[in-house]
């Protein structure tokens, strides 16, 4: 019993924690306005607030479905997300910020759909190739996913469902590693050369490259983010003090970690990196519990959704650290995204319930 406690601590404790970090991170915003994505503190405090108790709550729901159910009911969950995502060509609908459509606006709700697609997709193709359905129509529908988020386009979301599909295929077994990576290294080729092609990718990978030659561009949040990490490695500023909050396009959001190194230091940065090795570890055995019962779905299921929570973790802070070119990456739990954050807690349930079963 005890055994089977410590993963779900690890998916549990750590996810509480950078939650309630993120909110705090929001509720810490200048009343008096600054960049997007502020100036109204109470107001996106509260959206992120009902975020994380939805996200909590769907998380026991997830549970308590366990994996059977949603892998029996995948089909269902994957056409609601493709619809959710599709929406943000909708006008009026879909909001347009920095050259792409990435999130919805209907009335009270707010979020980016894509990361429901990407753990919809791990559904999906656990479903395709334990329970009957033809392994075409799976990948088909996994690659109709990954086109959805190219078009956006939202090249970085792109590609994390794609991890997402190769990982949930590698732990089903029933896709030979030597035919899957080609085809995976091809289709990132394809999303490298796409993003390139894009104007604003383009523009951004140039401010990268020499920001200080683009200091009224996009080199300008370069120079921001090298800014607050070396002021953060200094002393912390202090929460709601530090002055990448009133430079950056959306703090909260794409840079939060950067927030929390410059405002909270070493410790609070070396805090959310602890946070997610833990996160990481419970995904493991989750994965390895699966195994362990001779569950494919399960197995292919855990290595899916551990897949969707970690890249973009990942990814958010190789660009925050300045080690990658700007792509517009939420960290799940942290940055402000209801969205994100709702699916990421029905994640988090549901890989606690498969790291917490007993024999079949």
Partial sequence: MVRRAIPVVLLTIPALGLGGLGLA?????????????????????WRQAVGLMLGMALGTLAARLGTERLVAAAPKIFAVALVATLAV????????????????????????????????????LAAGETAGRTRAGALAG???????MVLEPDFSAAATTLAVAIATLTAAGRMPLRRLLPASALLLVLLAVGALRSGYVDNRIRGFLSPESDRRGKGFEVLALAHANAAGGAGPAGL??????????????????????????????????????AIGAGVLMAERSAALRNDPAARAVAAGLGTALL?????????CRGWLPIIGVSMPLLSYDPGLTLTSGAELGLLAAMASAGPR
């Fill in 142 to 148: 996994a690659l109709l996913a990954v086109l959805v």
């Fill in 89 to 124: 060509f909708i006008p009026r609908v879909g909001v347009l910020a920095a050259g792409a459509r990435r999130w919805v606006h209907l009335g009270p709700i707010s979020g980016s759909p894509s990361s429901f697609l990407a753990g919809a997709v791990a559904l999906w």
């Fill in 25 to 45: 991170l929001v509720a810490a915003a200048p009343a008096h306005g600054g960049a997007a994505g502020f100036g109204a503190a109470g107001h996106f405090a």
């Fill in 311 to 319: 890249v973009p973790a990942t990814l958010h802070i190789a660009v």
């Fill in 240 to 277: 709601g003090h530090g002055r990448a909050r009133r430079r950056l396009s959306s703090p909260a959001s794409d840079y939060a970690f950067a927030l929390i190194a410059e405002e909270l230091g070493t410790a609070g940065a070396f805090g959310v990196l602890a946070a997610w090795l």
